[in-house]
């Protein structure tokens, strides 16, 4: 079973960068497409951003506007998003997860992680 487990997140002044990290267990990690999800209260999950299995090709939302970095290091089975110029529009709560394209990026897992809080002040 692969466990999820993000951290990073924080409190940041609108403008400013975080870099959030997702450690994935199991051994699908290498084959696996991964991405970042965030989610509001009352609001469904949002796609952020995914990156291929090799770590060659992106995806972001379209409110990501060049603003996130999405990689991978599958020596470490790690999963990063690097976010500047942050606005007061993205505090959310920030989630990976394996992810699939079905007509739109959608996660590939049944259970996620606890999830790192992301808090954007202006």
């Known amino acids: 079973q692969v466990q999820l487990v993000e951290s990073g997140g924080g409190l940041v002044q609108a403008g400013g960068s975080l870099r959030l990290s997702c450690v994935a267990s199991?051994?699908?990690?290498?084959?696996?497409?991964m991405g970042w999800f965030r989610q509001t209260p009352g609001k469904e999950r949002e796609f952020v951003a995914a990156?291929?299995?090799?770590?060659?090709?992106?995806y972001y939302g379209d409110f990501v506007k060049g603003r996130f970095t999405i990689a991978r290091d599958n020596a470490k089975n790690t999963v990063s998003l690097q976010m500047n110029v942050l606005k007061p529009e993205d505090t959310a709560v920030y989630y990976c997860n394996q992810v699939i394209y079905i007509g739109s990026w959608k996660p590939k897992l049944g259970s996620w992680g606890q999830g790192t809080q992301v808090t954007v002040s202006s």
């Open positions: 990156v291929s299995p090799s770590g060659n090709n992106a």
């Open positions: 199991g051994p699908t990690f290498t084959s696996s497409a």
